[in-house]
Every structure is written in structure tokens, then in C-alpha cells.
């Protein structure tokens, strides 16, 4: 284990976005906001895509939150027939080009048809090795931390058993390190029930960007951000322990 700080790896291993702002980039087109979550998805892909090629090997992306059932339903339908037209334009790409995919949040209030794209998407993926893309659907941080609980309390692990890791392995992003960056686009300073547990250390970058412009321009200026952090975990600055290790 390190006691030292560290410069930040060059290229982050794990990218989690929050992809916020459709709603807004659309209203400034005088377009509906469903059309904004339709450029979003176009966003995704090319964000899946060009992370890959900088060599993230994890990307998580907010695509519906549990509290996003409080938009109109309207909206919410939009959102979910978006989910089945997307994974028939975009998911034999996707698979061509090496991404495997994974969904993580509640399948439980989804309708069939959605489970079954997801399980789909899941399956027609699950030899990719490229980067691996998980979509956070009807997810929240803390539905996450609760089903873990959950689920160990099934497996009956017992209260003297319980460390962060065993808990860890309970949660839905239990096959990935902890997100090394955490982006959010569109203005908003704030987490929003994203990844709560995992992104207890990540590197976090807000930009104004409107999701649906999120492109390589945005991305590798979030990338710069990241390779100047000095990532310290709680330990002491890798610059002061030189200055006293002089003294
Ligand atoms: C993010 O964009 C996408 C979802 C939450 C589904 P928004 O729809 O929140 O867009 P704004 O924030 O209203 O502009
Ligand atoms: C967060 O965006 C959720 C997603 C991007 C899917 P919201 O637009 O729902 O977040 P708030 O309401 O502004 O916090
Ligand atoms: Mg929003």
C-alpha cells in the first residue's frame, strides 16, 4: 500500500460520466427535449468510442436515475423506447468494435422488452475485452449501497465479516476498479446519486458543456485536467514529503 502520494496515471483506467444537459442543449434549438436525449445517445457512442481509443478500459455512464421517474411520463416513455431504438442502431457497432457492455441500476421496474435488450446487449458483448461500457439505468448511488446490504445479508454474511471490500464485492460495479474520473457535463455542480461508494476518491471535473456536444475536444480537456491532479488518498503530498525528507 502506498503512503506517498501519486501523480495521476496519464490516462485514467475508469471514466464515469454524468451525461446532463440534453434537456437544456435541445430548448436552445427550440427543439423538444427528446430530441436532445436523441443527440445524446449519438454523444455516447462517440464517447465509447474515443475513450477506447485513449486507452480508458472502463467507462460508466448516468443514463436514468431512480429519481428520474419524476419527469413527466411522457418524457419517461420517451426515455425508454430511446433505450430499445438505440441498442438496434448502435449495439452490432458497438460489439464490432470490441465494447462490451453492461447495465447496472434496478431491472425490477423496467418494462420485459427493456430487460430483454439489456440482456441482449449484455450477452452479444460478454467476449469483448476492448473497454468495457456499463450504462447506469434506473440507478442510484444509494439503491446500490442498499442492495449490496442486501444481498451479503442473503448470502448471510455475518456483521464481523463485513469490511469494505466484502461489501464491494456486492455492489453493481463490482467488476471494475473505483472510477479514477468522474466528469459531469452541463453546468451543474453536483453528484446526483451517482456512484456514492465508488467515487469516494475520483478525480472530479464539472464543464458546461451541454452532453449532447460532448465530444474529443471536451474529453481530452478533461483527460489534461486529470493528468496534472496530484491523487493523495489521505496521505501527504508527494511535494512536501520530498521538502522534509530534505530537511
Ligand atoms: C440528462 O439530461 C439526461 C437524463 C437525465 C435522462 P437532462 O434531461 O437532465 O437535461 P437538462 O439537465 O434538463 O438540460
Ligand atoms: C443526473 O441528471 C442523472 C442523469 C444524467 C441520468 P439530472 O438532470 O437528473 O440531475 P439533477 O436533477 O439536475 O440533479
Ligand atoms: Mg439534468
Not at 123 to 147: C, E, H, K, M, P
Request: aromatic share 10%; net charge neutral.
Amino acid at each position: 500500500m502506498n503512503d506517498r502520494s501519486e501523480p495521476a496515471a496519464a490516462v485514467p483506467r475508469h471514466v464515469a460520466i454524468v451525461m446532463d444537459g440534453n434537456g437544456r442543449w435541445a430548448k436552445s434549438r427550440y427543439m423538444p427535449r427528446f430530441f436532445g436525449h436523441k443527440q445524446g445517445v449519438d454523444a455516447l457512442v462517440r464517447t465509447v468510442l474515443a475513450c477506447a481509443d485513449r486507452g480508458v478500459e472502463y467507462l460508466t455512464v448516468f443514463a436514468f436515475s431512480s429519481e428520474n421517474w419524476k419527469r413527466p411520463t411522457e418524457e419517461v416513455s420517451g426515455l425508454m423506447g430511446l433505450v430499445l431504438v438505440a441498442v438496434s442502431k448502435y449495439l452490432a457497432k458497438l460489439a464490432g468494435d470490441g465494447v462490451r457492455v453492461r447495465i447496472v441500476g434496478d431491472r425490477a421496474q423496467v418494462s420485459d422488452k427493456l430487460r430483454e435488450a439489456w440482456q441482449h446487449a449484455e450477452d452479444s458483448t460478454r467476449q469483448n475485452t476492448r473497454i468495457n461500457l456499463s450504462v447506469a439505468f434506473n440507478y442510484g448511488g444509494r439503491w446500490d449501497i442498499v442492495q449490496a446490504c442486501r444481498q451479503a445479508m442473503a448470502a448471510g454474511v455475518r456483521a464481523e465479516e463485513l469490511d469494505e471490500t466484502k461489501l464491494n464485492s456486492y455492489m453493481a460495479l463490482s467488476y471494475a476498479p473505483d472510477p479514477d474520473l468522474f466528469i459531469r457535463t452541463g453546468g451543474e455542480v453536483r453528484i446526483s446519486n451517482f456512484l456514492l461508494w465508488q467515487a469516494a476518491y475520483s478525480e472530479l471535473v464539472f464543464t458546461d458543456c451541454l452532453w449532447p456536444e460532448f465530444g474529443d475536444e471536451e474529453l481530452d480537456a478533461a483527460l489534461a485536467q486529470y493528468a496534472r491532479r496530484e491523487r493523495r488518498f489521505g496521505a501527504v503530498s508527494s511535494r512536501s514529503a520530498l521538502a522534509s525528507a530534505g530537511s
